[in-house]
């Protein structure tokens, strides 16, 4: 009996796999093939973000975030906005449910910090939150008692530096990604101190807007994109300096303007950029990077499978998933599980 190595095994899966016609299925990421790795550059399809009513096509506007080996998908528009926290298992590709939130909610922010995820801002109905909510994984329980903001703001950035999170622009309009015109966004930035459970105002962003997105890489918080009303879809870069508490304009803007993404991924001193409305109705699956040290962009990265705004992102275990989200850049919830592997 001929005996095979795993090398070779691994290879005649790869090469089973690349012979598809179509987009792999979540089958495609189960044993040998998800155990060993997904190859670089490459999208694969994950099992659905689970709906929390059996008429939902999909989830849009939730806040995301990964803890440990585990992405918290919570809150969202199911059409109407929910509470429901969806926790995904990344070594099993596998959802499940945890306690619902304190309250329905959508198009707020996601990001995780000391074991906890907190939700900030987004709205319920007609009026913009100012909430923060914390949720403990290990625990399976939600704390609603944290001191809110002093503004209701939804279609906002969070990012996370230090022992402080930080509450990025946003709009005070609730009818949907870049609603309203240009006096509804907001360039205020709030911190928040975990340690006092205080909420303090820091400098302005340099311009008004929301449905950006934000990430942090070496010490400082990177903006990307977003609109000014429903009329200016934005390419800017924008960087602020927690110590000195200033604002700066990145050199090198994004190559594809875009709103309506709520999160961005980075893998050391690079950040992805995915997915997003171009505003004149389409939802993008274009994939862009922002190497931080080098100031440059690479485009022409494989695009994600499902185009969609609205989307969460977490990245883990060197991989960047993204959740959810909506067509053609909103009202129509996707379930969409998609990870992209640099």
Known sequence: MKRFSLHALLIAVLAVAGCADGPAGPAA????FFAVGQQPNTWTVLTNVPTASPSSLGVEGMSVASVDN?????????????ATTRIYDVDGDTWSF???????????????????????????????????????PATDTWNASLTPMSLGRTGLAVA?????????????????????????????????????????TVASL???????????????????????GDETILNDVDVYDPVTDTWSTAPSDMPTARA???????????????????GIGNGLSTNEAYEVPQDQWTTGLPPMPTPRAEAGIADYGGRIFVV??????FGSPVAAMEVFKP
Not at 29 to 32: A, D, E, R, S, Y
Request: with cysteine; aromatic share 10%.
């Open 29 to 32: 990421t189960q044993g040998l």
């Open 70 to 82: 585990k992405i918290i998908a919570a809150l969202g528009n199911e059409e109407p906005d929910k």
């Open 98 to 136: 945890g306690a619902n939130a304190p309250g329905p909610n959508a198009e707020g922010a996601g990001v995780a910090h000391g074991g906890l995820f907190y939700s900030i801002g987004g709205r319920f109905m007609q009026t913009p939150r100012a909430d923060i909510w914390s949720y403990d």
């Open 160 to 200: 996370a530096v230090g022992n402080s999170l930080y509450a990025i622009g946003g709009r005070t309009t609730t009818s949907g990604p870049c609603s309203g015109f240009g006096t509804h966004q907001l360039a205020s930035v709030e911190r928040y101190d975990i340690a006092t459970d205080s909420w303090t």
């Open 206 to 228: 340099p311009s008004a807007r929301s449905d950006l997105a934000a990430a942090t890489v070496g010490g400082k918080i990177y903006v990307f994109g977003g609109c000014r």
């Open 260 to 278: 309506a993404m709520y999160a961005v991924a980075t893998r050391g001193g690079t950040v992805y950029v995915i997915g997003g409305w171009d």
């Open 324 to 329: 959810g989200g909506g067509q053609p850049g």
